[in-house]
């Protein structure tokens, strides 16, 4: 039986996460592989519910913030990734644990320790193959969202920028699975870094 594969992307709103993972979900599928695309908060119905009290929901204090991020995790993994993996499939998740640490202990300041420890209970320790943190500042990653900002996306250029000096703070201290991928990049120069990585990845 094939081994399942699961991946995830990071980076801040606006560095162009969703065209990556439709590009390796083709990827992938013209090889054969069964790919599951998902997304955290939101990847199952329950944790549509989540996701909508999160972006849309008013005020949420950091703590029951970094909780309700983890009980979406915990069933996304448990009814979704898993499952999915478990069958050989290659699972590819547009945010994972990477996301709460950046956002919840980055960005909300609560600690690193804290975020860790309470995703990998959600998780039962599981944690992606690899990792492509797509990196832009936030200028640019600015430019190209459209649309009304969501609760997240109106938190301010000081949580940006500490969101995403955690992600690479991250990325950096786990390189065996993290990639950084400039993302300030043309598409096409992005997709061709992400794919070099996972041909090397499969074999």
């Known amino acids: 039986m094939t081994q399942g ?13 969703s065209t990556q993972v439709e590009r390796l979900k083709d990827y992938l599928e013209t090889l054969g592989r069964t790919v599951v695309v998902t997304r955290e908060p939101g990847g199952t119905a329950l944790g549509s519910q989540i996701r909508y009290l999160l972006l849309h929901g008013g005020d949420v204090a950091p703590r029951a913030e970094a909780l309700l991020y983890a009980a979406d995790r915990a069933h996304h993994v448990a009814t979704k990734i898993r499952p999915a993996l478990e069958r050989g499939e290659v699972v590819i998740s ?6 709460s640490l950046a956002y919840q202990a980055g960005g909300r300041e609560l600690t690193q320790m804290q975020v860790r420890e309470l995703s990998q209970f959600a998780t039962d320790n599981l944690w992606p193959v690899r990792t492509y943190l797509l990196d832009m500042s936030f200028e640019q990653s600015r430019m190209r969202l459209t649309g009304k900002p969501d609760r997240l996306e109106s938190a301010g250029s000081e949580f940006f920028i500490r969101a995403r000096q955690a992600f690479l703070d991250i990325a950096q201290a786990e390189p065996e699975r993290c990639c950084i991928v400039d993302a300030s990049q043309s598409i096409e120069d992005v997709w061709s870094a992400i794919k070099d990585d996972v041909e090397g990845l499969l074999s």
Do not use: N, P, T
């Not at 547009?94 to 996301?99: G, H, M, N, V």
């Open 5 to 17: 594969l699961f991946i995830s992307f990071e980076g801040v709103d606006g560095v162009g996460k």
């Open 94 to 99: 547009d945010r994972y644990i990477d996301s």
